[in-house]
Structure formats: structure tokens, C-alpha cells
């Protein structure tokens, strides 16, 4: 029941040992691997790695934030060709982010509450990005909640107040990663506060890799880390950790 419900391990950064970092996970005890789309580039290798082992892997489909420009209307037609094509675990990885860019803030909003829009046409959960971009983000959701709409908050890293407004909707998770590991993180003092049950876990690999291997390429077995980290901040024993995430995410994706 170890899933990572978040791992962008077809990517690139892993061509040269994918099937080493596969057999990792594996050794780790990592049971389900969600991969999250980009955008349209993304597609045929992650649907390449899900086809490798489709009963370990699951796609989902969506545009991401940071891909969103003035041609988006243009990039949401594929997104949803590809619904109406074949099935998905979930929409995403989708949201807003205006860390980088805002100059397509309005951009983002429209193609985020699209895409919020299909998660419940097509009864789907949805992976939702975030980053300098809480207020906004946060209001889409709440402009479209309703009884379907429903699924993960990835790479939570904000406050209680932010991670109450969250749960307040009823159906959403907080995705933790390997933030709530690093030393200068709050994350684990506002999580003592919080349920475990409200909880799944996630890489981001190749991203956000947890210490003590901080600095360098993450990959999916080190969501063991994540589990230990949070078993330690509840003092409960790892397995109950993994026992709760797992539930939790094999229900959000249907597993």
C-alpha cells in the first residue's frame, strides 16, 4: 500500500537507469506509481512507461500551469481528445503557478477552471498544482465544488489556516513530499496538527528530493522517506502511515 501518488520518473533526467530507479521502488515496497502529466510533449513517454507496466503505473492527463500561454485554448483540445480517447486515473497535474511567470495569470485561471470543469464531467479526481498562487488557486476550486469534484492538493507546504481551507471542501487531500524533511520546512508543525487521514504521499521525483539525499535527482522509492518522516512526526509506527496514505490514495484513483 507504499503509492506514490506523484512521480514524473518517465521524464528525461531518468533515460539512462529508468529500470534501475523502477527496480528501487520496488525494493523499497512502493506498490503503485501515479504519473502525472505535463503537457502535450509529455505524453508518449509516460504513456510509454504506463504501457511497460500498466498494473504498476497510471497516466493521468492534463495541462500543467507553467505550460499555459496564449495559445492554451489550443492545448486544452488535446486534453480532452485524450479523455474522450481512453481512460485516465485523474486530470492533471493542473493548477496555478506564478512563481516563475504571471504574465498568463488570466490564462492560467481559464484553463485550471476548464479543467475543473472535465474533472467532473468525466468524474474524475484532480492533482492540483499550486505555487504563489493560493488566493486564486483555492477560489476556482471553491467557485466549482461540488459532491464529484474531488483529489489532491500536490506538494502541500503551506499553513494550518491554507490546509484547513483545503479540507474544508470535503473530498481533497494534501499531497506530502520530500519539503516536510527539510530542516528550514514548518511543514511538520503544521501537520502535527492535522489527521493522517487527510494525507497521501508523493515524490514529485525528479524533484523535491527528501534528506539526507537533498540536491540530487529524487526518484519513487524515496517515498519511503516521506512515510518514515511522518510516522515520526506522529508517532505511529511507519506501517500505519503507509496503511492510511495507501487507502487513501487507492480510493482517490480507483487502484
Known amino acids: 500500500m507504499l503509492i506514490d501518488t506523484h512521480s514524473h520518473i518517465y521524464l528525461s533526467e531518468f533515460d539512462e537507469d529508468r529500470t534501475e530507479v523502477v527496480n528501487r521502488a520496488k525494493a523499497a515496497g512502493v506498490s503503485h506509481i501515479v504519473l502525472p502529466n505535463v503537457d502535450k510533449e509529455t505524453l508518449e513517454p509516460m504513456w510509454a512507461l504506463e504501457a511497460i507496466e500498466p498494473e504498476y503505473f497510471s497516466a493521468t ?3 500543467h500551469p507553467t505550460s499555459v500561454d496564449a495559445t492554451y485554448k489550443q492545448e486544452l483540445e488535446w486534453v480532452k481528445s485524450e479523455l474522450e480517447r481512453r481512460p485516465y486515473c485523474a486530470i492533471g497535474e493542473v493548477g496555478i503557478d506564478l512563481y ?29 498544482h499550486q505555487r504563489d498562487a493560493f488566493e486564486d488557486t483555492i477560489a476556482c476550486v471553491e467557485k466549482y465544488n461540488c459532491s ?9 507546504g503551506g499553513t494550518l489556516e491554507e490546509a484547513q481551507r483545503i479540507l474544508s471542501l470535503g473530498s481533497f487531500y494534501l499531497g506530502i513530499n ?25 515524490t514529485d521525483a525528479p524533484y523535491l528530493t527528501p534528506a539526507p539525499y537533498r540536491g540530487k535527482r529524487n526518484e519513487s522509492a524515496y517515498v519511503m522517506l516521506v512515510a518514515q ?4 512526526i506522529y508517532q505511529q509506527p511507519v506501517n500505519d502511515i503507509i496503511e492510511v496514505t495507501g487507502r487513501n490514495a487507492t480510493g482517490l484513483f480507483n487502484l
Open 61 to 63: 492527463i492534463g495541462l
Open 100 to 128: 516563475w511567470n504571471k504574465t498568463f495569470r488570466n490564462e492560467q485561471i481559464k484553463a485550471f477552471e476548464q479543467q475543473l470543469q472535465w474533472a467532473i464531467d468525466y468524474d474524475l479526481p484532480v492533482i492540483i
Open 148 to 156: 464529484k469534484l474531488r483529489g489532491i492538493f500536490h506538494s502541500f
Open 178 to 202: 520530500g519539503v516536510v524533511t527539510f530542516k528550514n520546512s514548518k511543514l511538520s508543525h503544521v501537520l502535527e496538527q492535522l489527521s493522517p487521514e487527510y494525507l497521501v504521499l508523493e
Open 229 to 232: 518522516k511522518l510516522a515520526e
